[in-house]
C-alpha cells in the first residue's frame, strides 16, 4: 500500500525485488576469491598438464595436482552466487584459457631478440601451446563442469540446504570421471599406448576423488549469497 492507505507505492513495487537480488557485500568479496581461486587454478592445471610425470612408476599429467580443486570451488561459486553465475565462470574460464594458449602461440612466433637468455630462447619450446592437448583441457574442463553444475543443481532441489556434504561428492563423483575419460582420450589417444592412457584415467579418478573427499568441509565455510536461481537457502547443521 502507498501513503496513508492509498495506491501501492511504484517505485517501493520497483525497489522490493532489486534488494532481494542485490547481493551483499560480504557475498560480493567471496565470490571474487572464489572466481579468482579457480580461474587461476584452470590455468595453473593446463600449463602443468603439459608434462607427464612418473608417480611411483605410474603416468599422471601435471595438471591433476591443482585442477580437482576446481570442482569445489565451482560448487561454492554455485552456493554463493547460484546457477547462471557458475555456468557463466566455466565458460569465461574457457575462453580464457583458449586466450592464453593464442597468446602463448603469437608470442612464441615473434622475432627473438639475440642473446637475450634462456628464458626467451626456450618461451616457444616450454609454453608453445600442443593444441591437442589445449582442446583436450578445455573440452573435458566446459563439459564435466557444467555436467557438475546440473548434478549440483538436483541435490540442492531434492534436499535444499541440508546434507550439504552431498553436493560436493555426488556432483564430483560423477564429473570427474567424465573430465579424465574426455582429457586423457582427446590429449593421449594414439600418442602414448593404450595402456598407458587407462593409466592417466584410473591414477586420476583417484587422485581426483581424494581431493574431493579431503575438500568436502569447504562447502561449510561459505554461505549463501542473495543472488540465487530460485529460493535464498538457510543455513543449517550438517
Not at 500500500?1 to 534488494?19: I, K, V, Y
Not at 602463448?104 to 601451446?129: C, I, K, M, T
Not at 576423488?209 to 530460485?230: E, F, M, N, Q, W
Request: proline fraction near 5%; avoid cysteine; aromatic fraction near 8%.
Amino acid at each position: 500500500m502507498g501513503r496513508a492507505g492509498g495506491p501501492p507505492d511504484p517505485a517501493a513495487t520497483l525497489t522490493a525485488p532489486m534488494n532481494q537480488r542485490r547481493i551483499t557485500a560480504s557475498a560480493a568479496v567471496t565470490l571474487a576469491l572464489l572466481a579468482s581461486a579457480y580461474v587461476g587454478a584452470q590455468i595453473l592445471a593446463d600449463v602443468s598438464s603439459l608434462r607427464l610425470v612418473d608417480i611411483f612408476g605410474r603416468a599422471l599429467d601435471g595438471g591433476t595436482f591443482i585442477y580437482p580443486i576446481t570442482f569445489t570451488l565451482r560448487d561454492l561459486v554455485h552456493k554463493v552466487a547460484g546457477k547462471r553465475v557458475a555456468r557463466a565462470l566455466i565458460v569465461a574460464t574457457a575462453g580464457i584459457n583458449l586466450f592464453m594458449a593464442g597468446l602463448f602461440w603469437f608470442v612464441a612466433r615473434l622475432p627473438l631478440v639475440v642473446d637475450s637468455g634462456p628464458q626467451s630462447e626456450l618461451f616457444a619450446d616450454v609454453l608453445g601451446p600442443v593444441w591437442r592437448i589445449v582442446v583436450a583441457s578445455i573440452v573435458a574442463e566446459v563439459v564435466s563442469e557444467l555436467i557438475d553444475t546440473e548434478v549440483y543443481s538436483a541435490w540442492v532441489k531434492r534436499f535444499g540446504a541440508t546434507r550439504q556434504w552431498g553436493r560436493v561428492l555426488v556432483s564430483n563423483g560423477v564429473a570427474l570421471p567424465v573430465d579424465s575419460v574426455i582429457f586423457a582420450v582427446i590429449a593421449f589417444a594414439g600418442q602414448v599406448s593404450s595402456s598407458v592412457v587407462w593409466e592417466i584415467i584410473w591414477l586420476n579418478i583417484v587422485f581426483k576423488g581424494a581431493v574431493t573427499v579431503a575438500s568436502i568441509p569447504l562447502i561449510y565455510t561459505v554461505k549463501p549469497g542473495r543472488i540465487v536461481d530460485g529460493p535464498v537457502e538457510t543455513e543449517v547443521s550438517p
